[in-house]
């Protein structure tokens, strides 16, 4: 189930206007949709619904995502600013409505780099998650996906977890805690190669830009969008409408100051 955000076109040279300009989906999600897509085309997913927040004028960045290749959308009504955590709390009470068994997202938006929605959703869910992957592979009849994700040089935080577990930290392990089945199988490179999770389903992870390219819609897949069904919901249909938000209070001897 792939989610997405609405924000300004990346394409466009932003001036004042006097209405809001064009609003598109973060390239990000636009990554995500496409896997969620591609997963689906190579057999490891059923069907692919895509979720998106926001105003009515929302929904015809949705019928892209359905022009993508989902299955059919599904568009809470916001009109206010949605933070990542209400975001989160949205698509966990989605989540568990369609029963998915699959979460994609981008990583992060591009207008306020939050990088929090995804991680959000994971730890409401309780489900394992992989971020900022680069490459997924699934196993739909062992139940497992694996990602892989690339490790920024001087942050070998992968590295730092693999040693506290075993000492042969560069060849691939499966990790077992007594009585339990096998939580993570690691696979990294240092100073700026690739780190590989093995993830058991359900799960959650997020579009890094190097996943794919996304595919543009063409023409006809625009016309067969208008006949998908789009389910339109609002937060308290979503059993979200309890969703606190974050808001800025100010700035006093140099530290903000944040009030959920």
């Known amino acids: 189930m792939p989610g997405y955000s609405l924000l300004i076109s990346a394409f466009l040279r932003l001036r004042t206007l006097p209405s809001p300009p064009f609003a598109g989906m973060n390239p990000f999600c ?45 568009h809470v009504l916001e009109d206010g600013e949605v933070q990542p955590l209400a975001v989160a709390k949205l698509l966990a009470a989605l989540t568990r409505r369609e029963e ?16 929090q929605t995804g991680q959000g959703l994971a730890g409401l869910l309780g489900w394992p998650q992989a971020t900022f992957a680069s490459k997924v592979v699934m196993d739909r009849e062992a139940g497992r996906a694996s990602v892989t994700r690339e490790v920024r040089p001087g942050k070998q935080l992968g590295v730092e977890r693999a040693q506290s577990m075993d000492p042969a930290c560069l060849h691939p392990k499966v990790y077992r805690l007594p009585g339990h089945t096998p ?37 006809p897949n625009i016309m067969k969008a208008k006949k998908k069904k789009v389910d339109t919901v609002t937060a308290q249909v979503a059993r979200a409408a309890d969703v606190h938000r974050v808001c800025f209070v100010g700035v006093w001897g140099g530290t903000s100051t944040l009030v959920a």
């Not at 998915?100 to 990088?115: E, H, P, R, V, Y």
């Not at 939580?183 to 890094?208: N, R, W």
């Open 30 to 74: 636009e990554i995500a949709v496409e896997e969620a897509v591609k997963l689906k085309e190579g057999g490891s997913a059923s069907e692919v619904v895509a979720v998106t927040i926001g105003p009515k004028a929302a929904g015809d960045t949705l019928r892209t995502a359905l022009a993508m290749g989902a299955d059919r959308g599904v």
């Open 100 to 115: 998915a068994t699959l979460c994609m997202l981008g990583k992060q938006a591009i207008d306020d780099d939050s990088n």
């Open 183 to 219: 939580i993570c199988q690691v696979l990294i490179q240092v100073d700026g190669g690739l780190e590989t999770l093995s993830l058991k389903l359900p799960a959650v992870i997020t579009a890094d830009l190097r996943l794919n390219e996304p595919r543009y819609a063409t023409l």
